[in-house]
């Protein structure tokens, strides 16, 4: 069987967690996933999630200023207009 991209991840998270080989595949997967969502449609889910919250557009274009600023590889920083146009087109 060949090797993964993530198989020492993998091995690492079933050796530190409860989780057995399949699951953690499955969680890692999952967050590679995550972090390779492309920046609008990251932007359109978290706007989605926040208004469902009850934010207002103000407090959901600073929750979502802050968060893409503290991701892995964080985007430049966007105004709260090109947030706006990524949402509402």
Do not use: W
């Not at 996933?33 to 959901?60: C, M, S, W």
């Amino acid at each position: 069987m060949p090797a993964g991209p993530y198989d020492d991840l993998i091995a690492h998270l079933v050796r530190s967690t409860p989780l057995n080989a399949s699951e953690a595949a499955r969680v890692v997967a999952e967050v590679v996933g995550y972090f390779a969502e492309q920046l609008p449609d990251f932007v359109r889910r978290r706007h989605a999630e926040l208004k469902n919250r009850g934010l207002t557009n103000d407090q959901i274009f600073a929750v979502l200023g802050a968060e893409l600023a503290s991701r892995r590889v964080a985007p430049p920083p966007q105004s709260a207009r090109q947030l706006r146009r990524m949402v509402y087109g």
